[in-house]
């Protein structure tokens, strides 16, 4: 029974209940995403259709747009590697901190902005004016019909942003280093290599994977939230659990 409105802590009670539902909702997908009935006969199509419209659209503007952002904050680096005589560590500040770290939280910020907002509005709508109960006395499951396409699709845009943002800025690194040249290709991947060391490497699969997790399903939250319906509210709490995926990361990266 949700908490009166005039109860001192209601407040707090009703976002208990919000964090609570999150975790159910975040196994109930998982299930049924690891499930292959999910994706056979007529549910293959709709979820093909979310994991397209969520990332395509965007890819190529989010590219050009993270490669401009990314040459500058390069060329300022590398700039002032050169003038401290610290060229050598170049490549170490430009991947450690663009590629491993600002690149996979602009990805799953845009995604979050562009993307998942405006499908949790139109679920938590759905919710609340009781298409739910209809779908399911259909004989549907709403939410392996209307849960789960949104929240694969919220996922695999995080994902691939990040990763094809990361492959350009390594390349736009090595060409403000280098140039065109293709004699220092050995020695700018043997650089690279020896940052994406196993435990970097896992620590940075698991970052995106916890970022794409946090934007898939985080902002699906706001449907059980009995509160009157805020998007700042759905902001804040994915916003909080990207800044807790961040700061385990750097403590495995760094400590």
């Known amino acids: 029974m949700a908490a009166s409105p005039s109860h001192p802590d209601a407040p707090l009670r009703s976002a208990w209940a919000v964090w609570r539902e999150l975790l159910r909702l975040t196994g109930r997908v998982l299930a049924l995403a690891l499930q292959p009935d999910s994706y056979r006969g007529p549910r293959w199509p709709v979820v093909a259709r979310h994991l397209v419209h969520a990332a395509l659209p965007a890819l190529w503007w989010y590219t050009v747009l993270s490669a401009l952002a990314g040459q500058v904050l390069i060329r300022i680096v590398v700039v002032t590697a050169q003038g401290y005589g610290l060229s050598q560590y170049a490549v170490e500040m430009v991947v450690r901190v663009l590629v491993l770290e600002l ?56 994902v691939l942003l990040t990763v094809v943002s990361s492959v350009v800025a390594c390349v736009l690194a090595y060409l403000n280093l280098y140039g065109f040249s293709p004699w220092a290709l050995a020695v700018y991947t043997r650089a690279v290599g020896h940052i994406f060391d196993p435990v970097v490497s896992l620590i940075f699969a698991l970052k995106t994977l916890g970022f794409a997790l946090a934007v898939a399903l985080v902002p699906l939250s706001a449907m059980f939230d009995e509160r009157r319906p805020s998007d700042v509210r759905a902001l804040v709490r994915t916003a909080s659990v990207l800044l807790a995926v961040e700061l385990l990361a750097l403590v495995g990266n760094y400590w």
């Open 103 to 158: 690149l996979p939280l602009a990805a799953a910020l845009f995604v979050l902005l562009r993307v998942m907002m405006a499908h949790a509005a139109e679920l938590r709508r759905a919710w609340r004016q009781d298409r739910w109960a209809a779908l399911v006395a259909a004989g549907g499951n709403p939410w392996r019909d209307r849960v789960l396409p949104v929240a694969l699709g919220g996922a695999f845009a995080t």
